[in-house]
C-alpha cells in the first residue's frame, strides 16, 4: 500500500503542473486578441488619403497576396476561405475601420494569421485598411482627404 500512494505522488504533480500550463496558455491566446467593443471603438488616426493609400497598397503587395490575391478578391487557387476584401457586405469580423485594424494585427476566423510581429508600425497597419476600404464600392469609400 505505501508504494502505491507514492507512485500517486508524480501523477498527481504531473496533473497540476499540465492544467497550469493549459489554463496560462488559453487565457495568453485569449488576451492577445481585442474586444470587438474595444476594436469598434479604436478611431482611424491616418487619413484616408492617396499617399496612405499607396503605402497600404505597396504592404499589401508584400504581405498579403498570397492569399487574397493581388486585386484582393481572394480568387487565389491555393488558399480557399479568404475573404474578398472588395466586398464590404462578405466581411465576418466586422467592417469599421478598427474591426479591419484588428482582424490584420490579431488575425480572424479559423485561417487569417496575426501580423502584429510582422508589422509593428501601427500606421502600417491602418495604411492596410486604408487600402482595403479603397477596393470597396465607390458609396461605401470615404471621402478622400486629400482632393
Ligand atoms: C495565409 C493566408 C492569408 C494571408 C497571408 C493574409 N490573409 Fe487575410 N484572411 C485570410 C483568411 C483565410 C481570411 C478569412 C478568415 C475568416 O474565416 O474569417 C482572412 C480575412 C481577412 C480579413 C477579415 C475579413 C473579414 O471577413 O472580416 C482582413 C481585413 C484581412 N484578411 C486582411 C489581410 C491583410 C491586410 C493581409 C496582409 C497584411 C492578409 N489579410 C494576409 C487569409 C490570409
Known amino acids: 500500500m505505501p508504494s ?3 507512485r500517486r505522488i508524480p501523477f498527481v504533480s504531473g496533473c497540476i503542473l499540465w492544467c497550469v ?3 496560462a496558455s488559453s487565457s495568453a491566446a485569449q488576451g492577445s486578441r481585442m474586444s470587438s467593443d474595444a476594436a469598434k471603438k479604436l478611431k482611424n488616426p491616418v487619413p484616408y488619403s492617396k499617399k ?3 503605402q497600404g497598397r505597396t504592404t499589401f503587395q508584400r504581405y498579403c497576396t498570397s492569399c487574397h490575391g493581388p486585386d484582393g ?4 487557387d491555393v488558399v480557399a476561405n479568404a475573404t474578398d476584401l472588395t466586398s464590404p457586405g462578405d466581411f465576418k469580423s ?3 475601420d478598427g474591426e479591419i485594424f484588428r482582424s490584420i494585427r490579431d488575425g ?10 510582422q508589422l509593428t508600425d501601427e500606421t ?10 479603397s477596393l470597396w464600392p465607390e458609396s461605401t469609400r470615404p471621402p478622400l482627404k486629400d482632393q
Not at 480572424?108 to 510581429?117: H, I, L, N, Q, W
Not at 502600417?124 to 476600404?133: A, D, G, K, T, Y
Open 108 to 117: 480572424a476566423g479559423e485561417s487569417m494569421p496575426p501580423f502584429k510581429t
Open 94 to 96: 466586422g467592417t469599421t
Open 124 to 133: 502600417e497597419l491602418w495604411n492596410l485598411v486604408n487600402f482595403i476600404r
Open 4 to 6: 502505491l500512494r507514492n
Open 21 to 23: 500550463l493549459a489554463g
Open 52 to 54: 496612405s493609400i499607396a
Open 73 to 76: 478578391k481572394a480568387q487565389v
